[in-house]
């Protein structure tokens, strides 16, 4: 009997051993993001160079679907590093997240600062319209000027908006009208313009392609993203209402329990202090840096932000529960 215990506890210290090791040897380090493809593209690719020996294996997930895949699996999960996920769905798992009060958060703008050591920044994602301009033009139909313009009949089946319950870009639209008119208008609202909707797509790059296809005319869309699509070729304009453009802010951090292995320090340590910033310089300006400031070809200047005061954890749980039962 005591000869099967031992051999039952070698046998679980080797599981363990291999989930982190192929069999050659070689690390594995799993991050779990809801990040665009691009942006997931470029990391990998950055990270595998820079980290030859070790197998960095990058997972994308909505981030509805990242918050309820990490709720169920906790800390027991196959995520190593959250590599990006939205504030108030960080504060909702904030028991998961390692320590990191090491780090250095002054070199931050004072918003971006989490109220908590359990994560870091990593984004500002600001919103805007996205139109495709020919898809407008060979229709005969306006610009539309105002979140009102967006109920005209004339747009039925022409509107591409992200699902408020599976993505943060759609969630951030419906807090910053809630925000600006009050909660009963703000939904009154959503319900009206439900009519002209193509889709409530799962994820916030969902508009922008439809436009890029030529399937949607006007999106509620990410503005690094349209101007990707822009700089790309596309015929797609940014326009932001008198509401202000919506925007939310994206942290990463170390599932608890994972920092004492040492690639996943190095793989999140490198993240933090060298890709963060590359991430901004070719892909996301928007500020997130005291010192330091980047710019795009197209990407829109002295942008007004909307009121997304009160975004948190319980508020956005709670407006969510409404919009599922709208």
């Known amino acids: ?30 991050i779990y993001t809801s990040a665009e493809e691009n942006r997931r593209e470029a990391m990998q690719v950055d990270l595998n160079a820079r980290f030859p020996n070790y197998i960095i294996r990058i997972e994308y997930y909505s981030t509805g679907d990242l918050l309820t895949k990490l709720l ?19 504060d909702r798992i904030i028991e998961l997240l390692a320590d990191l009060s090491a780090y250095n958060t002054s070199v931050y703008t004072a918003d971006m600062i989490p109220n908590e050591p359990r994560y870091l920044p990593w984004y500002r994602n600001g919103g805007c319209i996205a139109v495709n301009r020919i898809v407008l033009s060979e ?28 993505s943060g870009t759609g969630y951030m639209f ?13 939904f009154e609202y959503f319900d009206a313009l439900s009519k002209n909707i193509l889709s409530f797509t799962s994820s916030g790059s969902g508009p922008v392609n439809a436009l890029k296809e030529g399937e949607a005319a006007i999106g509620f869309a990410m503005t690094a993203q349209t101007v990707g699509a822009i700089n790309d070729g596309f015929p797609l304009r940014i326009h932001f209402f008198e509401e202000g453009s919506p925007f939310s802010l994206y942290g990463i951090g170390i599932i608890k329990g994972k920092e004492i292995r040492r690639e996943v320090n190095e793989v999140f340590d490198y993240i933090v202090n060298v890709w963060t910033e590359m991430d901004k310089l070719l892909f996301c300006p928007e500020r997130i840096f005291n010192d330091r400031e980047f710019t795009l070809p197209n990407f829109p200047i002295n942008i007004r932000y909307a009121n997304m005061l009160n975004n948190t954890s319980e508020e956005k749980e709670r407006l969510l529960e409404r919009w599922t039962h709208r």
Request: some cysteine; proline content about 6%; glycine content about 6%.
């Open 1 to 30: 009997m005591k000869m099967k215990l031992v051999a039952l506890y070698l046998a679980l210290c080797l599981s363990i051993l291999l989930s982190a090791c192929t069999q050659s040897g070689i690390r594995t380090v799993v």
């Open 72 to 90: 169920s699996e906790g800390t027991d999960t196959e995520c190593d590093i959250i590599g990006e996920m939205e504030y108030a769905n960080l």
């Open 139 to 166: 229709r005969g139909l306006p610009v539309p000027e105002s979140y009102a313009d967006l109920l005209n009949p004339v747009y039925q089946g022409l509107i591409s908006m992200p699902n408020p319950l599976s």
């Open 174 to 186: 419906l807090k910053s009208l809630v925000n600006a008119w009050g909660e009963q208008r703000a």
